[in-house]
């Protein structure tokens, strides 16, 4: 098995994430007796005919690789490059987009088979029924026979999260992975999946296209033993949990938190989660446990837009406690917004910038509403004539590529530049270095830092990007 083609990653990237699902398959594969090998050409530096010649050497049986709508064009093209040169390989692709449009993979390529949903067993079934070509075995996939696409049934989730093998650290290059939330000083670096799914249905979401809608979890005994083979065995300092809601299980985390204290395992990590699904005695453990940051949806301001998109449990009051705990606790902060929300006017939007301001998170994070296929959103936006195109290599968050009944295109992106301008690295530093609790103890100590701010900054607020924030919200 050999995945994730792609473009060579410059050097100044940010950030670079090991393919995990693949080292999932990769175990899954060697358990049960095949050969497995993971070409994470990006990570490693590789080109495209550099690719070509190790498949070429190697004459694998299957070829899988993943794909966005991002790098469709380009995986598809590099996936019949392979096909060309090396007919017998069968060609494999993985993806939520593609799993929900398989037919455009079979219109624009020479891929064989498309799979659905969770990959690992679906591609240990899929090898094991290349020799009798009984692909009509498999569970969760699409493939096309006499030019007619056929699907086979879809595959149960994985509910025993323990039962499967630790991902194939030992075929990635793990010191090539990096995340610009972490420091050099924490290479190396990696991530873990400790659950699966999320249940609470927020409209826009994609991530249950490939996990389900169902929340699963590793028990905190397997994924402390996991944290501990990383460590031990890999000498990893950080850690990204890649878990939709990492702490959907309150207790489940602690358990966790508690683990890797008593094992006295020296790494910093960060998670992804719900504010509804934290407390100030959880995040006190998680800090004691080596929590660097939590990364929360904060979406939106305005309480009435929150209720719309499917987001139960989660309130403005609640998100401020959180965060204030949280910044008292000294674990830092991510918060995301969408803009462009259905229901969302210019008003709303300009809750969420204030709700922003207030809660000072140490990385604030702004994207355009993107219907994905296969989402609520989408469906919606598609029967109410919202889309305004389907080149799915701009569906990145950054290109505004909807509307709503009370936002144009071009309001979208106005408030996208307004919102990204005002949270300026200026302003949230004098938010963070004098008006926070920490910095009136640091500017009692050491006035220079308001004063030096304020010089720099004074002949800038005659024309006050905040205030036209303002007036294009609330006076228009």
């Known amino acids: 098995m050999a995945g994730r083609f792609g473009i060579r990653v410059s050097k100044t990237a940010q950030t670079f994430l090991p393919p995990l699902e693949f080292a999932y398959a990769a175990s899954v594969l060697e358990k049960n007796g095949h050969v497995a090998q993971i070409i994470d050409a990006p990570s490693i530096g590789l080109g495209s005919e550099e690719i070509l010649t190790a498949v070429s050497k190697e004459k694998p049986e299957l070829v899988v690789t993943n794909t966005t709508p991002i790098s469709l064009e380009y995986d598809l093209k590099f996936c ?18 593609v799993s929900v449009l398989p ?3 079979f219109e624009k390529s020479k891929v064989d088979v498309v799979i659905k949903g969770e990959v690992e067993y679906s591609i240990l079934d899929l090898v094991n029924a290349l020799s009798d070509k009984r692909l009509d075995t498999v569970k969760g996939i699409t493939y096309k026979k006499n030019n007619v696409l056929l699907k086979t049934p ?56 490939g996990y389900g809608d169902c929340w699963r979890s590793r028990s905190a005994h397997n994924v402390l033993e996991e944290i501990s083979l990383l460590v031990n065995n890999y000498s990893v300092r950080s850690i990204l949990f890649r878990d939709q809601v990492f702490t959907f299980d309150m207790k489940r985390t602690e358990e966790i938190c508690n683990g890797i204290i008593q094992r006295g395992l020296n790494i910093k990590w960060r998670c992804e989660t719900r504010v509804d699904r934290l407390s100030k005695s959880l995040m006190t453990v998680m800090k004691e446990a080596g929590c660097e940051g939590i990364h929360m949806g904060v979406e939106s301001g305005d309480p009435n837009v929150l209720s719309k998109i499917g987001k139960p449990g989660v309130d403005v009051d609640k998100t401020k406690r959180v965060f204030a705990d949280a910044d008292d606790i000294g674990i830092q902060t991510g918060a995301f917004f969408i803009i462009g929300l259905p229901g969302e006017t210019r008003r709303s939007i300009w809750e969420s910038f204030e709700l922003a301001m207030e809660l000072n998170p140490d990385i604030v994070s702004v994207a355009a509403i993107t219907p994905y296929p296969g989402t609520k959103l989408y469906d919606m936006a598609e029967e109410k004539g919202w889309i305004l195109t389907k080149d799915w290599t701009k569906y990145t968050g950054f290109n505004v590529v909807m509307r709503t009944d009370e936002l144009s295109q071009e309001d979208i992106q106005q408030a996208i530049d ?59």
């Open 80 to 97: 019949d490059a392979i096909k060309e040169q090396s007919p017998k390989t069968a060609l494999c692709i993985v993806g939520a987009f």
């Open 103 to 105: 037919n455009i993979i």
């Open 154 to 209: 879809d595959r149960e989730l994985t509910n025993d999260l323990d039962a499967l093998p630790f991902p194939a650290f030992h075929l990635l290059p793990i010191d090539r992975y990096y995340h610009n939330w972490f420091s050099e000083n924490d290479k190396p670096f990696m991530t873990v999946l400790s659950s699966r799914g999320c249940s609470y249905g927020c409209i826009y979401c994609p991530y249950p296209i």
């Open 418 to 476: 307004y919102f990204n301008l005002c949270i300026g690295a200026r302003r949230k530093k004098l938010k963070k270095e004098v008006f926070s609790r920490k910095g009136f103890q640091k500017v009692l100590h050491k006035p220079s830092l308001a004063v030096k701010w304020v010089l720099k900054t004074t002949k800038n607020q005659l024309n006050d990007p905040q205030e036209e924030f303002r007036k294009w919200a609330l006076e228009d």
